[in-house]
């Protein structure tokens, strides 16, 4: 299934991922960390509303502008500046 196709009630993990340019395991460590709930299922997708994609991306930026994510954000830097 393409991450272009929506579901009626929502966007899968995969889809909120590629909206914000986020891998998956950030998606889960946001809504793990914020307790969000999805909007719907269908089977074993849970499904985000839009809002709750902005939600997400904000919930992201936090984290990412918090003092402890300094050290990994330096490493990341000095990851790609090596080119891998």
């Known amino acids: ?3 272009e196709q929506s579901y009626s009630a929502g966007f899968s993990i995969g889809q909120v991922a ?3 340019g986020q891998p998956v395991h950030r998606i889960n460590y946001a809504l ?3 307790r969000l709930q999805p909007a719907g299922r269908v089977g074993i997708l849970r499904l985000f509303t839009r809002e709750q994609v902005e939600q ?3 919930i992201i ?3 990412d502008r918090s ?6 954000r330096q490493a990341r830097a000095a ?6």
């Open 18 to 20: 590629a909206q914000l």
């Open 61 to 63: 930026t936090e984290v």
């Open 56 to 58: 997400i991306g904000r």
């Open 67 to 72: 003092p402890q994510s300094a050290p990994h």
């Open 79 to 84: 990851a790609r500046a090596a080119g891998r």
């Open 32 to 34: 793990d960390k914020s």
């Open 1 to 3: 299934m393409s991450t």
